[in-house]
């Protein structure tokens, strides 16, 4: 088990109180990251998170993002709507 830095570049700076509503999930090997966190202050157009796998990510799998049902809003309080997308440069 190791915990792995993914960065996502969000389009507009989003404000967030907690992690909840996101994942992360290997779709090659269907594992659910067990831990996501995060120490990178609201609001935040990039976002870095810590990832706890059970079996590191390697160089061909795909490596999806989801949030759903978070707490995450625009500048204008607008809530993000649910999402799931791939990863890029997942490369260790």
Known sequence: MSTTLHTVQFSTAVTFTSQVGIS???TTTSETASLVTSLTPSPASTIEYDVTWSLDPVDGD???FRYAGGNYVDGEATPMEDIDFTLTN???
Do not use: G, L, M, T
């Open 90 to 92: 997942c490369s260790r």
């Open 24 to 26: 992360f999930v290997n």
């Open 62 to 64: 795909v490596v999806e």
